[in-house]
C-alpha cells in the first residue's frame, strides 16, 4: 500500500487462495506471472486525519 499523501508504503501479505485466484484470472486473460507483486493507492490513517480536519 502506497499513501498518495506522504509516501508512507506499507506491505501486506495476502493468503495463498488470494494469489492463486490472481494467477488463475492472470492466465484466463493471456498473460503469465511474473511477479505477484501488486500496488495499491491508499491513504494512511494519519493523512486522512489531516485531510478530514482541514
Known sequence: MICTECGLVEEVA??????DVLTQRVNAS??????????????????????SAK
Open 14 to 19: 495476502i493468503s495463498n487462495t488470494a494469489l
Open 30 to 51: 493471456g498473460f503469465s506471472m511474473v511477479s505477484p507483486h501488486l500496488e495499491t493507492a491508499c491513504i494512511c490513517h494519519n493523512c486522512e486525519s489531516t485531510l
